[in-house]
Structure formats: C-alpha cells, structure tokens
C-alpha cells in the first residue's frame, strides 16, 4: 500500500472515530448524530465533505511525497500539511452546500459575499481540530517504505512567491475586513492588541513585516519541497509563531489561562488564512510549471523581486490609507415613547425618550415559562404575581427579563394562544405600576420539553439520559428518534442538536412559525414604551453543523425576526421600534467567547448585543479548575465584541450558584466589573419551583428567593447576595460618561455635560437608586439642581433588607458633581 493510500485509510479511520466520540461534531471533525433524513443539510458532511476531504488528502499526498524520498519526519510532516488543508477547503465546500440551497429558496436573507468570506474564514476551525488530529494518519502513511513515483515538477519560488504575496497586497482591505481584527474573532484583538498580520488595519510596519515573513517562509519551503500547498501552510505557521511570541511579550499579568484562548484564536485565524494562500499560490504553481517557469533567468528573477517589492508597496499604502468602515456608526437614537439605541462618541448605549443613557440592572423572572417538571408532584415555576414587581423595585432593579415559552405561546401550529398573551400583558401593567422595564425573553434550554430521554434509556459509557427542559412546542421539536443521551451537558446531546439543525434549516417551516410568533408578540406589545425590548432566543444551540449554524444561520433567524418584528410595529397603531436583544451561541455562556456575525446581518440599527456571563462559575473550565477566561476579562470581551458590531452591551444572564460565602467573591467582582463598564445585566433567577429542571432534585430552589423542597417553604433570601444587587445604582443620566463613586462617606457623582441648551426634560434626566431607611443627604452639589428624592417601599419580610430611594435632579451644563451622605 502506498504511503498516500495509507494516509488516506488511516484518516477514514479517524473521522469515523472522531464521529463515534463526539456525535456533535462539536469537537471532532464531522460529527454523526444518526438516524438519516431526505435532508441535503444531513448528507452534506457525508457526501460533500468527508469523500472531498479523503480525495484532497490522497492527491496531495502524492504530489508532496513524489521525487526523492525524505526522512520519516519530514515525509510526516508534509502529509500533516496536506491533511489539514484538505480538510479545511473540504469544510468550505460542505459550508457552500449548505447555504446555497436556503439562498435558491430564499430563506437566507444574509449578504452572501460577507457569507462567504465567513465561510472561508471558518475553514480554520478544520484546521485547528487537524493540527491536533492530523498527525495521526501523516504518522501513518510516513512510516510507508515504498514513496509515489511521480516525477517531480520544476520548482518556481520566486514567481509563485511573488505573485502570491502581490495577491494578498492588492485583498489586503478586503482581509482586514474579515480576518484579525476584522474577523468573527476580531473583539478578542481588543483584549490582546493588534496581531502582527497582513491586513491593512494591523499597521503599515506589521503588513509590509507580515508580507515579508510570508514570502520568506514560502521561499524557503518551495526550495527544499516544491510543494506551494506546504509552503502556505509553513508560512502561516510561521505567522502564528510570531504572533504567539508577539502576545506572550507584551500580555499583562493576569489570574487566569487567557493565553490558551488567545493562542488558539490566532491559530483559527492562522489556518484559514493558509488556505487563502494556498487559494493563491497553488494555480500560480501549476501554471508555472505549465509554462516551465523556472525562473533562471536573471531578468525573470529580477521582475520577480520586483514584484515582490511591489506587493509591499501597496500593503505600506493600504494600512496608511485604510480606516475600518463602521457600517453601524453616527445614527442618532429616534424619539421614541421607550427605549432606544443611541450612539455617539462615547459609544452604543440604551436611552430613554429625552435621550437619557438609561443602565438596566435587574433580575430574570421566569414565572411564565413552561418547564417539563422534575417531579409532576412539584411545582416547576411558582405563579407570577404584582408583589414580584413591588419586590424587585425594592431592591432597586428596574429591569426583568420575562421568560416567555414558545410551547405556550403557539402551543399549535400557527394559533397564538390569546390567554398567554393576556398573562403577558398582565404581567407589564404589574411592571408599570412599579417602573420596572421588561426585556421579552423567548426562552429555551435544551430546545424544548420534548427531548427527555424515554424510561429505561439504556446511554453508552460517558454519556447520561436527557431530561427534558423548555422552548418549543413538541410540535417543532424535530429529533428523528436521535439519541436522547446528553454527554457532559445538555446541549451536547444529539437530539438537541438535531432539534436545532431543523430550525436554522426552516424544517417544515418551523423557523417560520417562531418568527411569525415574534410578529405576533410585536403587534399585541410594539406600543408599549414599559417593554424594554425582545430577546430573540435564549442561549441558541451550535446545531449538527458547528460553526456554520451558530453563526451565519443563527444571523440569519436573527435578521428574519427583525424584519417581522419591525412590519408588525409599524401596523400596530402607536408602534415603534424597540430594541432587538440578539445572543451569540450557548458557547458563549460555556467558554466565554464565540465566533459574532457578520456586522452586516442587519441593517437595523436597533439592536443590543447580549451574552451571557457565566466566567469564574459554571463555564466548563471550571470542571478542570481553571479560568481560561475571568469575570473581568469576559466582561472586557463582550464589551469589546459589541463594539465591533456598533451595538450596545447588555448581559442577559450571569450568576454563581455555589453557597453564598463562597459565591460571594465573584459575585463582587461582578458587579464591580459591571460598574467599571458601565453596562447592564440580570441576574438569574427570581424565583424556582423545587421541579424546576435547573434545580431538581436538590433541597433549596432558587437564586434570590429560596424556598425548601420538597415542600415548598419559603426559608428567605440571602443579604449577602441581595446587597450587592441592590448596590447605589445610576439608572439614568443625560451625560453618558457620568461617574459614580461608593465609599463609607456616602455616593459621590460627577462628571462634564455639554448639553446646554437642550430642553429641560432632557437636561433632567438623572436618576440614582440609594438603598436604605434613611433618605440620603444632599451636600456639596455643583452644577446640578435636585428634583426630588423619592420613597421605594421596603418589599415582602421574605425578601429582608429592601427598600430605599430614587434621587432625580437636573443637570446645569459644564462640570457637575454631588456628595450624597447616608
């Protein structure tokens, strides 16, 4: 058997058992959920990007290894090179298969040139999973002892090296656009500095540099293999060792691993980039050896290097004259009766109808969801009632993120349940009442409560019985009868994700149901100014087709949504628009970063970016007792990442669920982080039903309001987790960038407004939340009026300490500041 055959064969081998590891795909390089459908998405790994993928591998195999035989080293290390970029370019075909179908049928609404560029981009994820498999079969097929017979063809470096570095000059805006800083990972550059790299917002020292190691590098690796597929992947490997020793000599200090993912996204962004390359320099290749250019001659070599010397040029010229395009920038928030998203010079923000920077800090109630029960017995939610509401304001919140569930919502088939929507809207006169904003969450977990395993389910060794959860109606919970066994998660079993492909893939018409379900929920809510805004989907899953579905198709629902929700706000009488709260992938809440999309999935500019935080509490590198990503630093990330996309930044969900002495900590960490910001967020969770899936079958349900179980009493809430929460909060401020200051002496304001001139409602438009008994003492106030300090009534005798004060006032113009004593 020849080495490329045996190269071949052994890969086979590991995609198959890389698929029976991880059915997800999450991890492995093609997953196998099972149980086939008459679905082009579900034979597209099958039948498009495994046969291309053992195809490549075989071709090229052969191609690096004709000519003289090497060493078993470098004969592996060729192989490794071929294999991984066989299987990247194996994944953009499989990416183009998938999506081309949805755009014929005009279910895909995504700009399809920034659609591909993101799908050649995140060939690297092939790249990062075969830089760590890949070795395997290149061990394999090196230790062959016979090598192909191919003649060798004539070596061309300097013309291929040369056309190929003026190629990435002349796409140098177009990469800065869509890898490094400008890539689905380009907030993470933010944390770390600009990477030394060839595009043209890297600088014009680091593009000229960039180009040059790369040309370097490839010149070398044609000399001593003639292989232009070797020489790219060598060449981005030489720009990801320079960019690893670039962050580890100027990272800061810090407490946690960050370096793992910060050198894995260079890598991810490395290896799609090598496949860029290879898209350049492989035809350049072939037609050189065509034309049996060899570059002998001296006056070939000289245009050659002139060339190359040309390609700097415009590389130098690009990053001089580049400025990134910010497609969501300068739009002045419209005058609405609620909120809206504004944005100036101090960035995207949450304001009110005077234009107020509005912070939203509060809780997630989710008192109106449906969960499947633990136990029937038990209660999985307790009933939502106005104490909730006078509860919540007295700790100072004034904001809930409203859990809502699809399964009642549109518990058939296009019938909008109309008791449901009087619940709702019972619940937002209750908000109203108390001033408290309500965020609309369309929630799930696990997509539904139909994906319990059935009883008796007998899990392979590593992997459990599903439970079922909430979201979807059974209805639009398609499975296939695929496995009910969840393997270190919920959201890692395959009738999860098989549940989710059919919805980013519009099966049977379920996307389209949930987006006519938002519609609906627009036209009966799009005039009330108490709805803070629309949570699209909570936490959506990555699906059978990582990264494809958790981005481009998530975008995708995402912009669909939009679009209907905005068409039934305009025919509802009294509608605006109200923000749109959109969520990166459950990857987020899991490991801290993600991939974001396209900055141009929308062309609304209505919209809030909205992870969830879970750094430091039960993000999975907890399980090994590590902190790849702490709660200051994934705070930093999400605020980087909504500023990439010109949106604001609001944490859906964040939380710790320790005991309180040892949450407590983090907890105010938290919150100082949050502070420092200057963003908002809900803490989960209110209230929960001893069968709540979340907490059965331990003996306290609840985040803030506890109650024992199994037999429902209420033991209280802990102080050492509600006064942190119920912190001096500024709710809202005519100048965006006001500082506020705690200390024992009492809370200081202050800051320089240069609204003069501007109506009064706008210029007092300030707002503090004091805690208290006591009504916090004025002093020493500069350029400011006082309005009024207003009495929040102390809560139920469950919730302890609560109650305090709303301290209004007006902003005079130029500098301000106050001392408020306690």
Not at 2 to 27: E, I, N, Q, W, Y
Not at 88 to 94: D, E, T
Not at 217 to 227: D, K, P, Y
Not at 638 to 650: I, K, N, S, V
């Amino acid at each position: 058997m020849t080495a490329a055959l045996r190269t071949t064969a052994a890969l086979a081998v590991l995609l198959v058992a890389c698929a029976a590891a991880d059915p997800s795909g999450l991890f492995a390089p093609i997953g196998w959920t099972g149980h086939p459908i008459a679905a082009w998405w579900w034979w597209a790994p099958y039948l498009v990007y495994a046969p291309l993928a053992l195809l490549a591998t075989y071709a090229g195999s052969r191609a690096v290894l004709a000519g003289s035989p090497v060493g078993w080293l470098r004969r592996t290390g060729r192989l490794w090179a071929v294999i991984v970029l066989a299987m990247a370019a194996a994944q953009v075909a499989c990416g183009v298969v998938l999506l081309l179908p949805l755009v014929w049928q005009k279910i895909y609404v995504l700009p399809v040139g920034t659609s591909a560029a993101f799908v050649l981009w995140s060939s690297g994820y092939a790249v990062l999973k075969m830089v760590l498999l890949g070795w395997i079969p290149a061990l394999v097929g090196a230790t062959a002892h016979a090598v192909a017979t191919v003649p060798a063809r004539a070596a061309t470096p300097l013309w291929v090296v040369a056309g190929t570095l003026l190629g990435l000059a002349l796409i140098g805006p177009w990469l800065a656009v869509h890898w490094w800083q400008g890539s689905p990972m380009g907030y993470v550059y933010r944390q770390d500095g600009a990477p030394f790299a060839p595009t043209a917002d890297a600088g014009p020292l680091h593009a000229v540099l960039a180009l040059a190691l790369i040309g370097a590098v490839m010149a070398w690796t044609l000399r001593n293999s003639g292989s232009a597929l070797g020489a790219c992947a060598m060449a981005a490997l030489a720009l990801w060792m320079v960019q690893a020793v670039q962050w580890i000599l100027g990272k800061p200090a810090s407490a946690d691993q960050w370096g793992v993912p910060a050198l894995m996204v260079r890598g991810l962004e490395a290896g799609s980039f090598a496949l860029l390359c290879a898209g350049i320099a492989v035809p350049l290749s072939l037609l050189a050896a065509r034309l049996q250019i060899v570059s002998t001659r001296h006056w070939e070599r000289h245009a050659a290097l002139g060339l190359c010397v040309l390609a700097f040029l415009i590389a130098g010229l690009h990053a001089w004259r580049f400025e990134r395009a910010d497609r969501m920038a300068s739009a002045e928030a419209p005058r609405t009766p609620g909120l809206s998203v504004k944005r100036t010079a101090a960035g995207a923000f949450l304001a009110d109808a005077n234009g107020a920077r509005v912070m939203l800090r509060g809780i997630n109630v989710n008192q109106l969801g449906e969960y499947m029960p633990g136990d029937p017995k038990l209660p999985a939610v307790l009933p939502l009632s106005e104490q909730d509401f006078v509860d919540i304001a007295a700790l100072g919140m004034n904001v809930v993120r409203l859990t809502l569930s699809w399964s009642a919502l549109e518990p058939e088939p296009g019938r909008i349940s109309s008791a449901y929507l009087a619940r709702i809207a019972t619940a937002l006169d209750w908000a109203r009442a108390h001033g408290v904003y309500v965020v609309l969450d369309l929630h799930q977990d696990a997509w539904s409560m139909h994906v319990g395993a059935p009883p008796g389910t007998d899990c392979r060794p590593g992997s459990s019985p599903m439970i079922g959860w909430d979201g979807a109606p059974r209805w639009a919970t398609l499975t296939d009868g695929t496995d009910p066994c969840q393997v270190t998660g919920r959201d890692m079993a395959p009738n999860v994700s098989r549940a989710f492909q059919s919805f980013y893939m519009d099966r049977d018409g379920i996307q389209t149901h949930l987006v006519q379900a938002w519609a609906a929920l627009a036209q009966a809510f799009g005039a009330d100014p108490i709805v803070a805004g629309y949570d699209l989907l909570n936490e959506p899953n990555f699906a059978e087709t990582p990264p494809i579905a958790s981005t481009l198709l998530l975008a995708n629902f995402h912009a669909r949504a939009i679009d209907a929700i905005r068409r039934a706000e305009r025919a509802r009488p009294g509608g605006f628009s109200h923000p749109v709260f959109v969520e990166p992938s459950i990857f987020w809440s899991g490991f801290g970063i993600d991939n974001l999309p396209p900055r141009d999935f929308t062309s609304d500019r209505q919209v809030v970016f909205s992870p969830h935080l879970y750094n430091e509490s039960i993000t999975a590198d907890q399980d090994f007792g590590l902190d790849f990503v702490s709660i200051e630093r994934g705070i930093a990330l999400a605020d980087g990442a909504a500023r990439q996309l010109g949106m604001p930044l609001w944490v859906g969900e964040w939380g710790f669920f320790k005991a309180p002495g040892t949450a407590l900590p983090g907890l105010e960490r938290q919150v100082r982080a949050e502070d420092a910001a200057r963003i908002g967020s809900a803490f989960w969770a209110w209230k929960q039903g001893c069968s709540d899936p979340h907490v059965y079958p331990h003996e306290v349900a609840g985040n803030i309001r506890h109650w024992h179980c199994p037999d429902m009493q209420e033991i209280g809430s802990e102080k050492r987790i509600t006064d942190p929460l119920s912190r001096p909060l500024l709710r809202s401020s005519p100048d965006a960038l006001t500082l506020l200051g705690r200390s024992d002496a009492g809370v200081r304001l202050s800051g320089t407004w240069t609204g003069q001139g501007t109506d009064e409602a706008a210029a007092c438009g300030l707002a503090l939340w004091v805690p208290g008994d006591k009504p916090p003492q004025w002093k020493k106030g500069e350029g400011m009026r006082l309005l009024g300090i207003d009495r929040v009534a102390p809560g139920a005798v469950g919730l302890g300490a609560s109650g305090g004060w709303i301290v209004r006032a007006c902003l005079l113009g130029g500098a301000y500041r106050v001392l408020l004593e306690p």
